[in-house]
């Protein structure tokens, strides 16, 4: 649906973690009321229900992915599978009942468990300033094809981590310390020389904004679809053992919890 630029900055100054809500609720009434086209005087009406209901709107935890899975041409893992089983273990969490027993006065958005899950290290969905993170990665490897030397893994590396060799057939270089493992180099060879070794995801701990935001503590490691469920799951369990009043996940979870989570949880390297 079209917006106008006055709608679209008025769209800019609704907070971001619930900007893509209140982007539907608009439109979804927009429509409803015949219109094509969304205003200013949209966007402020919507804005209004929405915000005044908003304990209505609260479930006890938000999982966000994505803006656009289906046809992102930088998608490293396809994430559909394990976003489905992560909706199965919030809803079993009943974090709704928690935080209702836990808040005095009414819940609001920031009582919220939050995950996000990104599909690659482009992190769309913002995972690193949620109570749970987590980013689809491909590690590359070299393979006995013989390289063209054509660059196409090289132009498509942001980080410019691939380097060609020098002698023909030879595979390319990647720099370690600057690859981020987004796949994108393998994707784009056409010899077959770089390869997807393996695949998985990073695991971010505690991030959060605010008055005093913080990234969240990656966990070691690269880890298979089971053990990040593990580690969603005790995250859960260690915020209801924890939490009192409505205190976020990210307040509770320090360096200290960081550094035990660390030898408890270490993933593929």
């Known amino acids: 649906m079209e917006w106008t630029a006055e709608a679209e900055a008025a769209l800019k100054r609704v907070p971001f973690f619930v900007r893509r809500r209140v982007r539907a609720r608009v439109e979804e009434e927009a429509r409803a009321e015949g219109k094509r086209r969304v205003t200013l005087a949209e966007v402020r009406a919507a804005q209004a229900r929405f915000l005044s209901g908003e304990e209505a709107e609260i479930r006890g935890w938000r999982l966000e992915t994505c803006f656009g899975p289906g046809g992102c041409p930088h998608r490293a893992l396809m994430t559909d599978r394990l976003v489905e089983r992560l909706e199965r273990v919030l809803q079993a969490a009943q974090l709704y009942d928690f935080l209702r027993r836990e808040v ?17 290290p482009n992190a769309c969905s913002q995972p690193q300033i949620r109570d749970v993170g987590i980013i689809g990665v491909r590690v590359p490897e070299t393979t006995a094809e013989p390289c063209s030397r054509c ?16 002698a023909d057939g030879r595979p390319p270089v ?24 393996w695949n998985g995801y990073r695991v971010l701990l505690g991030g959060r904004l605010g008055r005093h935001p913080r990234l969240g503590f990656e966990l070691p490691g690269i880890f298979e679809e089971d053990r990040v469920i593990e580690i969603v799951q005790e995250a859960l369990e260690f915020f209801k053992r924890r939490s009192r009043g409505g205190e ?3 307040r509770l979870f320090g360096e200290r919890e960081f550094a035990d989570w660390s030898r408890r949880f270490c993933g593929r390297t």
């Not at 005095?104 to 690659?120: K, N, S, T, W």
């Not at 660059?151 to 060799?165: I, S, T």
């Not at 690859?179 to 020389?193: A, D, E, F, H, Y």
């Open 174 to 197: 990647i720099d370690l310390g600057c690859c981020l493992n987004c796949g994108l180099c393998v994707g784009r060879c056409p010899t077959g020389t770089l390869a997807e070794a």
């Open 104 to 120: 005095q006065g009414g819940l609001r958005f920031h009582h919220e468990f939050r995950v996000a899950v990104a599909d690659c």
């Open 151 to 166: 660059g196409a893994c090289r132009d498509a590396c942001p980080e410019g981590a691939v380097r060609l060799a020098e």
């Open 248 to 250: 976020r996940f990210a």
